[in-house]
């Protein structure tokens, strides 16, 4: 334990490139970019008992209590609120519980404090800050904690954290979360890892090969300019892909070509971008807005609403590509667009403006040191 120092952690958000939806697939690739707003969580030795979270998200602390490695919500909260703000942060909190304890440590009293400018009064940009705020706290609370944790470790243990909510979700967030800059992500098969963790343990999990899980940085383009649009329309990522999980189209013909389809494009574009092909690069993008019409054509997510159509129409109208980011529907569509071209690039914004859409300062992130 580090005494009465606090320890902060940071994490940056995401954006997905390309490969959404598909990429839930064990072993399926996409391309993921961190960028440069950050969740930052900051743990300290508590006052008292238990675990106090605070958060710029909600107007008073958070008071948990541990029973039997589980955090549970102190008498006289509104327990459904408090455990709807604090989920992800609690799973961080009980994953690297889970680990201390099978090194005969007791579960931590924690004071945890979490800030974030991944929102704007409370409405998320879609910047993926569940999955920030999952990597900074097992950061924060690992450390903490004295546990000398990999860059590996700590995003596997943010997974197991992540996929006890939501076994669903891909992981790409955490990754970018982690390593930071653009990567090339392959999902491992998120049932077997927590089958194993519950079976063996955490440790053993961290320790034992992931089917299908692939992390590596890429280069960024060579002359293109990241530019990110955001709908002001929050959307939910979980909601959407565990719609499309209900739905008959999983398992169909449609859906395997879907795979096999942005398999192929997010590959190209993985070479695109390790060869500075950026001709190569905006082609594939655009195949992969065009791929993810077609599923929302087949499957009537609500993929593409007016404004993020309009935000692809904006780029692509000066020679860039564009497409929704994750999964649609609302939050935030990215463009590449030629980095030289200041005029295009402003007239972009002017029309990202005029219908709706708020242009965002926000940039890709370099790799991340390990800390």
């Not at 106090?52 to 008073?60: A, C, E, G, W």
């Not at 008498?75 to 609120?81: A, L, N, Y």
């Not at 690069?281 to 993810?292: D, S, W």
């Amino acid at each position: 334990m580090t005494g009465g120092r606090a320890v902060v952690r940071s994490a940056p958000g995401k954006l997905f490139i390309a490969g959404e939806y598909a990429v839930v697939e064990p072993g399926t690739p996409a391309i993921v970019v961190a960028v440069d707003r950050e969740v930052t969580v900051t743990v300290r030795a508590p006052a008292g008992p238990g675990v106090v979270i605070t958060s710029d998200l909600v107007d008073r602390p958070m008071r948990w209590q541990w029973r039997d490695g589980r955090l549970e919500v102190s008498p006289g909260q509104d327990e459904e609120r408090v455990r709807g703000a604090a989920a992800h942060v609690v799973a961080a909190i009980e994953t690297v519980a889970a680990l201390l304890a099978e090194h005969g440590l007791p579960a931590p009293e924690l004071s945890v404090s979490v800030s974030s400018d991944l929102h704007d009064g409370g409405r998320k940009f879609g910047l993926g800050s569940s999955g920030a705020v999952t990597v900074a706290t097992v950061a924060a609370v690992a450390d903490h904690c004295g546990l000398g944790l990999s860059r590996a470790d700590r995003f596997r243990l943010a997974l197991l954290a992540t996929a006890r909510i939501d076994p669903k979700g891909s992981g790409g967030d955490l990754a970018a979360s982690t390593w930071g800059g653009w990567i090339a992500y392959q999902a491992p098969d998120r049932a077997f890892v927590l089958d194993l963790a519950r079976r063996r343990g955490v440790g053993e999990a961290l320790r034992a090969p992931w089917p299908g899980l692939d992390v590596r940085p890429l280069p960024a383009p060579r002359a293109l300019r990241l530019e990110v649009g955001w709908t002001g329309r929050p959307a939910s990522t979980t909601s959407l892909v565990g719609d499309l999980h209900r739905r008959t189209w999983r398992g169909s013909a449609s859906h395997r070509d879907f795979v096999k389809t942005s398999t192929d494009f997010v590959t190209a574009a993985i070479d695109a971008l390790e060869s500075g092909d950026d001709k190569a690069l905006l082609h594939q993008i655009r195949r992969a807005r065009q791929e993810l019409a077609r599923l929302d054509a087949d499957a009537g997510l609500g993929i593409f609403t007016p404004e993020l159509t309009a935000l692809c129409a904006a780029a692509e109208a000066v020679g860039g590509a564009a497409k929704p980011s994750g999964a649609g529907g609302g939050d935030c569509g990215i463009a590449l667009l030629d980095a030289t071209a200041e005029h295009d690039i402003a007239h972009v914004r002017k029309r990202w403006a005029a219908s709706g859409v708020q242009p965002l300062s926000v940039g890709p992130t370099p790799e991340r040191n390990e800390e």
